[in-house]
């Protein structure tokens, strides 16, 4: 099973900007999908932005433009830029990956954006 860890979160103020990382302690070039979903407090966890193997993004609407998700092989490394946050993108978020049915998650990073 592999192994997902998050960093990069914390507290930025309106109209501010975050790059996160997710750490897979495998090989991401063999796992099909790589995601990045987010659970604000009292509400159902949701697709923020998802890669897949060939580089094909998904975005939610609420993020389009303002989001890019992107995966460094060597590295094993999935990276989610925010850019323009607004209070409502505070959540934790939580990496995942999606290899054949086979899901795991990472244990979550807060973004708090307030002034």
């Known amino acids: 099973q592999v192994q997902l860890v998050e960093s990069g979160g914390g507290l930025v103020q309106p109209g501010g900007s975050l790059r996160l990382s997710c750490a897979a302690s495998a090989r991401i070039s063999s796992i099909y999908i790589m995601g990045w979903y987010r659970q604000a407090p009292g509400k159902q966890r949701e697709l923020v932005a998802r890669i897949v193997s060939g580089h094909t993004t998904t975005y939610a609407d609420s993020v389009k433009g303002r989001f890019t998700i992107s995966r460094d092989n060597a590295k094993n490394t999935v990276y989610l830029q925010m850019n323009s946050l607004k209070p409502e993108d505070t959540a934790v978020y939580y990496c995942?990956?999606?290899?054949?049915?086979?899901?795991?998650w990472g244990q979550g990073t807060q973004v708090t954006v307030s002034s």
């Open positions: 995942n990956s999606d290899r054949g049915g086979v899901v795991a």
